[in-house]
T-cell receptor, first 110, second 116 residues
């Protein structure tokens, strides 16, 4: 069983709408959690990184939250744009390794 | 360019053929990682270099996979006697420092390997 589970697997929204992507993990010990954006045909690009003591972090229209007690994170995208269409991958790091989720495939339609 | 580059971007191989995938990390980056990404999945770790030393190859799926970084910069991932299950995108990433837990990995665009 993957130690990082993401939901939904895919999502289609209309341009301008908001959406929230979920990440649940069982990785232990916990070091940090990152959200990556991966455009089609490109490598992943880091959006945010959060450590144990951080509850929320924003990067423009992207806001990530972390609840280390329940081992859940979310990525909220505000006022979506067509360029937000991509896969969003949650990555949780223990002391040594990075554990990747399978990603959520987001499609923003005009 | 300032980013991680990989070549070729696409490779089609016949089953049994050997392939070599190249990664040019960001100049000065100490750490280099290779990942395998199956369609619709997240990347899976293959191997890690610190300069020219291969410190972790625990993710390599078989002895047909071999990676090297002889001068601590460019790296090559070689797959011998390719099989259909090797079809995937192979991602390379580099980071500036020596595996710090908050060190950002910068990914290349990947090489999409298709084995027929």
């Amino acid at each position: 069983k993957n130690q990082v589970e993401q939901s939904p697997q895919s999502l289609i929204i209309l341009e301008g709408k908001n959406c929230t992507l979920q990440c649940n993990y069982t990785v232990s010990p916990f070091s940090n959690l990152r959200w990556y954006k991966q455009d089609t045909g490109r490598g992943p690009v880091s959006l945010t990184i959060m450590t144990f003591s951080e509850n929320t972090k924003s990067n423009g229209r992207y806001t990530a939250t972390l609840d280390a007690d329940t081992k859940q994170s979310s990525l909220h995208i505000t006022a979506s744009q067509l360029s937000d269409s991509a896969s969003y991958i949650c990555v949780v790091r223990d002391n040594n390794d990075m554990r990747f989720g399978a990603g959520t495939r987001l499609t923003v339609k005009p | 360019g300032a980013g991680v580059s990989q070549s070729p971007r696409y490779k089609v191989a016949k089953r049994g053929q050997d392939v070599a995938l190249r990664c040019d990390p960001i100049s000065g980056h100490v750490s280099l990682f290779w990942y395998q990404q199956a369609l619709g999945q997240g990347p899976e770790f293959l191997t890690y270099f610190q300069n020219e030393a291969q410190l972790d190859k625990s993710g390599l799926p078989s002895d047909r996979f071999f990676a090297e970084r002889p001068e601590g910069s460019v790296s090559t991932l070689k797959i011998q006697r390719t099989q259909q299950e090797d079809s995937a995108v192979y991602l390379c990433a580099s980071s500036l420092n020596v595996g710090g837990t908050t060190d950002t990995q910068y990914f290349g665009p990947g090489t999409r390997l298709t084995v027929l």
